[in-house]
């Protein structure tokens, strides 16, 4: 400990600071700090020495690696106590890449490739999300701030941390970022890049989305890009005109692939619809198989069951596929940790529930899944909310109340139109608090929806010519929403 900033200066006598001892003081550069709190005289943050190495580290700029993917990190720090006013503090990540480290290649110079040596990001919080980082790349960081007034002839000073090392996650292989499904969101939209992150292309964790359950908020917050760690939303939604562009084209047109096999007799042929929120088609029958595609909920499919998966036939696996090969999607997500993913429809029938409506028996026996499924899905629908939805009755004619969530089950009331009903969502149907069951939505297509959500009433506050803006009541719940 010397008496003054300087290496010639006197030290204070008998005064030395230990390995591992804390410290504080106010840092009068990048290179000394005036130590406090009991202590006095000038400490060097790093050796004099032609290596420099650092001696002391500041706790506020101490960076970790809160989430890491492939060309993003996201980091915290402790941060700064709260300056008095009329002080805010500003803070900023700087990146680089580690000494010695070889650029990726196609990093350096290559255009359009999105990366650069080096860059920042600026936060008002101890958190930041850095973008456009080199896959699988060793970088140092270093966080600085600046504590100012808006006012001018007030303190004004800036601070540097050290640079920390860190490395980015393993790039993306071509084939499996090419897999279909890879660029698909909760809702079944196909995505593209981010202009505000830089990323040239959407990728989600296929794997982590079919085990979320059937929570919409949790299917959300799941649909991460694992490039750049952006929402689905921040991604351009892709034209589906071209995906949907081969179904379309005759089927003899086009030579029957090799992985295509004999199909089955057409008699055993069954029709399913997917009752969970999206599903997987995969190359073989195993949660294993290649992802070829994806369904959304109420999307209906024809095929034959095999073991507990259907293998689609032609027509169904170009809708599913885009292409005719061999492809299957699981009946039953027990294996996975969910309930029933596809329930048995009628070839004439809109919903499941009207298959085997004059049997009880047999309506119990197509139903129960469904209901199982939709119980669980109104329980965590409850598990998020911290009190249940109003929704309007806007259907032209009473609405039956039912004791199960199945079209075929007892009718056990109704409700008027204009009635004002309280519940839980799960699907196309509401839990009452009294545990009865109103469908929301007709399921027969084209007909008009029977409830209508007041937090998604939608009012418009100002139209423009090629904009919108509007305002809508929204959810509370118990942890983040994100609309």
């Known amino acids: 400990i010397f008496k003054e900033p300087t290496p010639q200066a006197e030290k204070v006598p008998g005064a030395a600071l230990e390995p591992g001892t804390v410290v504080y003081g106010f840092p009068g550069s990048m290179a000394w700090v005036r130590l406090a709190r009991g202590q006095e005289g000038w400490a060097p943050v790093r050796s004099f020495a032609s290596a420099r190495e650092l001696r002391l580290s500041a706790r506020w700029a101490l960076l970790r690696a809160e989430r890491v ?31 010695g480290e070889e650029p990726p290649i196609g990093f350096a110079g290559a255009a359009g490739s999105g990366f650069r040596s080096h860059g920042h990001s600026l936060s008002l919080s101890t958190r930041a999300m850095l973008h456009g980082l080199p896959a699988g790349a060793n970088i140092q960081l270093r966080a600085g701030v600046r504590v ?32 279909a499904g890879r660029n698909i969101d909760p809702f079944g939209a196909a995505r593209g890049s981010c202009e505000s992150s830089h990323c040239r292309g959407y990728v989600v964790d296929v794997e982590a989305m079919a085990v979320t359950g ?7 917050s799941s649909a991460i890009c694992q490039r750049c760690g952006k929402s689905f939303d921040a991604h351009s939604r892709l034209d589906e005109m071209a995906r949907h562009a081969k ?12 992985s295509v096999v004999a199909e089955p007799s057409s008699k055993l042929l069954q029709r399913y619809r997917v009752v969970h929120t999206m599903v997987y088609v995969r190359d073989r029958a195993s949660v294993k198989g290649r992802t070829l595609g994806v369904l959304k909920q109420g999307d209906a499919v024809r095929g034959w069951p095999r073991s507990g998966w259907l293998r689609l036939n032609r027509e169904s696996s170009v809708f599913a596929a885009n292409e005719q090969r061999d492809a299957w999607i699981l ?51 409850r598990l998020a909310l911290p009190r249940p939805l ?10 039956s109340v039912r004791a199960t969530p199945f079209l075929a089950a007892n009718i056990v009331g109704e409700i008027q139109p204009g009635s004002v009903l309280r519940g839980w969502p799960a699907g196309d149907w509401l839990k009452l608090e009294d545990d009865r069951w109103v469908v929301t939505s007709s399921l027969l297509a084209g007909q008009r ?20 803006l509007v305002r809508w009541p929204g959810l509370e719940a118990k942890e983040a929403v994100k609309y």
């Open 69 to 99: 993917f492939s060309e993003a990190l996201e980091v915290g720090w402790p941060g700064l106590a709260e300056p008095p006013h009329p002080y805010r503090a500003a803070y900023s990540v700087e990146w680089r890449l580690a000494p």
């Open 148 to 179: 100012a007034a808006q006012s001018a002839g007030e303190a004004d000073f800036r601070l540097l941390g050290p640079w920390l090392d860190f490395t980015t996650g393993s790039p993306i292989p071509e084939d499996e970022e090419g897999e």
């Open 214 to 220: 059937a929570n919409t908020s949790n299917l959300v």
């Open 247 to 258: 179904s379309q084209a005759p089927a003899a047109s086009e030579p029957k692939p090799a």
């Open 331 to 381: 009946i039953h997500g027990a294996e996975v940790g969910l309930g029933r993913l596809l329930q048995e429809v009628g070839e004439d029938d809109e919903d499941v529930g009207q298959q085997e409506a004059g049997s009880a028996e047999g309506a119990s026996a197509v139903g129960g899944g469904q209901v199982k499924f939709l119980e669980e899905a109104a329980a965590e629908t």
């Open 390 to 399: 109003d929704f309007d009755v806007v259907h032209d004619k009473a609405v």
């Open 449 to 468: 929806p029977m409830l209508a959500a007041r937090w998604s009433a939608i009012t418009v506050l100002q139209a423009f010519e090629e904009a919108m």
